[in-house]
């Protein structure tokens, strides 16, 4: 089948990069991106790229190229569905809530919902891609969906896991490692296989079948989250000796079997995949009696919420065992540098912990602005939403966020902190004036010399 127009319903961190770099290397492809939230189609569709809803470096460029060209935004659903040979499914699958699973299995109510709207809507053959992370055996779901509903049509579904990392899209998306395409349909991965293969060379275009394809997403990401799991691990126990988690980071990962990327000790990960995928992974196996597997990995994310606990417990314990009424300046809210997204950041839980020990919190990040600082503490359901207003602010320029502050807590790595007149920070902070690096980003001794008392993780 020879695609001439791709429709991808979800137009989010997944959806929209990867929809913009397939239609700036398919200039022969019409790319439909369509979403229910008519707020976020518009600001897709925003004169002023500063206002697109993904920050991603590259991204503003390539929409400005591509966008009404061959690359659209919209809300019309059915239309876009119509007219496209290939249907990507890209909507958003949180941890469920609520029922079943909660706070383990994937919600897979808005990928069942795209896939109903597909059966009644389609008229002709359609292949249709998943995209979104899923557990094990969502493609199964789909296709009974698609079959049983739909209007006697051909769907062939394959799995096309994304993994790109927030921050670095473009990048990724244009020089990927691998594109992983699991299907039993060798027509429809062939279709697929060259969309990307007017960018990707053949060699990197891996093709499985389904299930391999959708457990391999959630093993990659269980494997990188483990490795910062364990560097964080070590971390703890460098605080407690002589050793430099830094050092043994580096010494460990000249060891060409171990390799020297995800080794970095943090105040925790966080992002929409690594917690979620485990969580997928450790509910799966629990649900087939695999306890010592589901035990092993959640492991994981428990190092991982004691890590953040950690980080803020060490705050407190230094400010003399209180921050009631302190003003502590949190730079950074997003999950990792160079992205605007904040799902599970760390800081949306130090900053709660702190509010829970009555601090007064002030945050500048540079792509991340006060409503949606307030949205993430809000969606914990920790205190009311007057409570959080009344405690946390997002400061308009980081030095007004760091004035009369007691301690500073650095929870993400944007280049721009290592460029701050530190000794001006230092000179309008109260003293002793702390700093707890959650990202080992600052200079130690240079910030010893101006006088802060700086801590930083595994030091
Ligand atoms: C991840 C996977 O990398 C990607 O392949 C997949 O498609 C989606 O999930 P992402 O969550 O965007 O991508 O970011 P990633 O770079 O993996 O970082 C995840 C978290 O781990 C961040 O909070 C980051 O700060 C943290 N991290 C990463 C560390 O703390 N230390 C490290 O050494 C690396
Ligand atoms: P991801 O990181 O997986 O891209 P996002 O939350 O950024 O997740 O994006 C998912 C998008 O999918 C959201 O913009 C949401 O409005 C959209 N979406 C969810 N359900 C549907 C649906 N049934 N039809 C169309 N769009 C949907």
Not at 43 to 70: F, H, M, Q, T
Not at 146 to 160: A, E, K, P, R, V
Not at 416 to 431: H, P, S, T, V
Request: aromatic fraction near 8%.
């Amino acid at each position: 089948m020879t695609v001439k127009n791709i429709c991808c319903i979800g137009a989010g961190y997944v959806g929209g990069p990867t929809m913009a770099v397939i239609a700036k290397k398919n200039p022969q492809i019409n790319v439909n991106i369509v979403d229910i939230n008519q707020e976020r189609i518009d600001a897709w569709n925003s004169k002023d790229l500063s206002k697109l809803p993904v920050y991603e470096p590259g991204l503003a460029d390539i929409v400005r190229d591509c966008r009404g060209i061959n690359l659209f935004f919209s809300t019309k659903i059915d239309e876009a569905i119509n007219t496209a040979e290939m249907i990507f499914i890209s909507v958003n699958t949180p941890t469920k809530t609520y029922g079943k699973g909660k706070g383990m299995a994937a919600d897979l109510k808005y990928v069942e919902l795209c896939s109903r709207k597909i059966a009644e809507v389609a008229k002709t053959d359609k292949i249709v891609v998943e995209k979104s992370t899923l557990p094990v055996r969502t493609a199964e779901a789909i296709k009974s969906i698609l079959h049983n509903t739909g209007n006697g049509i051909n769907f062939h579904i394959l799995s096309n896991p994304e993994f790109l990392a927030e921050g670095t899209a473009v990048q990724d998306l244009l020089n990927p490692d691998r594109v992983l395409i699991g299907g039993e349909s060798k027509e429809a991965i062939e279709s697929l296989s060259k969309v990307y293969g007017s960018w990707v060379s053949e060699d990197r275009i891996l093709t499985t079948n389904l299930w391999s394809s959708e457990l391999s997403k959630l093993t990659a990401n269980a494997f990188l989250a483990q490795r910062v799991s364990s560097i964080n691990a070590i971390s703890e126990l460098c605080e407690h000796t002589e050793a430099n988690v830094n050092e043994v980071a580096k010494a460990i990962g000249m060891d060409s079997r171990i390799g020297p990327k995800f080794l970095k000790a943090s105040v925790g990960f966080g992002g929409s995949c690594f917690q979620k995928d485990i969580l997928n992974l450790v509910y799966i196996a629990k649900s087939y009696g695999l306890k010592e597997v589901a035990d092993y990995w959640e492991q994981v994310v428990i190092m991982n919420d004691h890590q953040k606990r950690r980080f803020s417990d060490n705050l407190i314990k230094t400010l003399y065992n209180t921050v009631s009424g302190k003003k502590i300046a949190m730079l950074g809210w997003a999950f990792k540098k160079d992205t605007n997204d904040t799902r599970e950041s760390a800081a949306i839980y130090v900053a709660d912990h702190l509010l829970n020990e009555q601090a007064n919190i002030a945050v500048y990040d540079p792509q991340v602005f006060e409503q949606k600082v307030l949205n993430d503490l809000n969606y914990l359901n920790t205190r009311t939403e007057r409570e959080n207003a009344e405690g946390i602010y997002s400061a308009s320029t980081p030095y007004e966020a760091m004035k009369g502050a007691h301690a500073i807590a650095i929870m993400t790595e944007w280049d721009e902190f290592k460029d701050y007149d530190w000794q001006r920070i230092y000179d309008n902070m109260k003293k002793p004036a702390f700093v707890f690096d959650g990202r080992s980003l600052l200079d130690k001794e240079k910030m010893n010399k101006i006088g802060f008392e700086y801590y930083s993780i595994g030091q």
